[in-house]
């Protein structure tokens, strides 16, 4: 009985422990994708002659489509990319604004320690501001693209 007991405190201190760390490791992919995204996006940008990421096709790839991201970078065929907020382990790219001068990368890593998925982005302004937010829900790029960001799904609301 002793030992049953024992075993039950055991399991009871490491369980939140493999919890904590497996939505860290998780968190930790889902921001690593991001990061890979962001670099095939600046360096798609790059080769445009306006510098602008999507627009005109006579100046370039689009930048922000996820099937021109993964024919210009094949290790991204692994990611799960679309257009509209991503459902857990899942990606999303999406223009900020109309000029063409601004996106996000939006990632939900599977789960976190309170159960649910925790949204991270990156946010590239047109005025050249970069954002790093996380949220426990999607993040709207409507709602996102001015001042007065919400995020909560972090300690500190970036990362």
């Given amino acids: 009985?002793?030992?049953?007991?024992?075993?039950?405190?055991?399991?009871?201190?490491?369980?939140?422990?493999?919890?904590?760390?497996?939505?860290?490791?998780q968190a930790t992919t889902a921001t690593a994708n991001v990061k890979q995204l962001v670099n095939a996006i600046e360096s798609c940008a790059a080769a445009r002659i306006d510098g602008t990421y999507q627009g005109n096709p006579s100046m370039g790839p689009d930048c922000l489509d996820p099937a021109?991201?993964?024919?210009?970078?094949?290790?991204?065929?692994?990611l799960t990319i679309g257009t509209t907020p991503p459902r857990a382990g899942a990606y999303q790219v999406a223009p900020i604004g109309t000029d063409g001068y601004g996106y996000m990368?939006?990632?939900?890593?599977?789960?976190?320690?309170t159960g649910g998925p925790v949204w991270f982005a990156e946010l590239h302004l047109a005025d050249g501001?970069?954002?790093?937010?996380?949220?426990?829900?999607p993040l709207a790029v409507a709602d996102r693209a001015a001042d007065g960001f919400d995020s909560e799904g972090c300690s500190n609301g970036s990362w």
């Fill in 105 to 113: 990368v939006q990632a939900a890593s599977e789960s976190s320690s």
């Fill in 1 to 25: 009985m002793a030992a049953l007991t024992i075993i039950a405190l055991l399991l009871a201190v490491a369980f939140p422990t493999f919890v904590t760390q497996k939505s860290t490791a």
């Fill in 129 to 137: 501001r970069l954002l790093k937010l996380c949220d426990d829900e």
């Fill in 68 to 78: 021109e991201l993964v024919e210009m970078e094949s290790a991204l065929a692994q």
